[in-house]
């Protein structure tokens, strides 16, 4: 995946979750955009992330296929 298209995915699933009206909603983009590639999830931690985020607790992001 490029820059570009990390950055894009971020922008996509920020706008996507600032319009969020309700915690459902919330916790629905979060599960759509982890199966979408447009977050990842930390292993250790279970906190979400942004794909242009490349390290949590001090390990790298786990790739998928």
Known sequence: MTDDERDSRSIAITQLLG???????INALHRVARRAGYLWRCPTCREDHYP?????????RPHTT
């Open 52 to 60: 242009n985020r490349e390290t949590c607790c001090g390990k790298p």
């Open 19 to 25: 319009a969020a009206e309700t915690s459902g909603e």
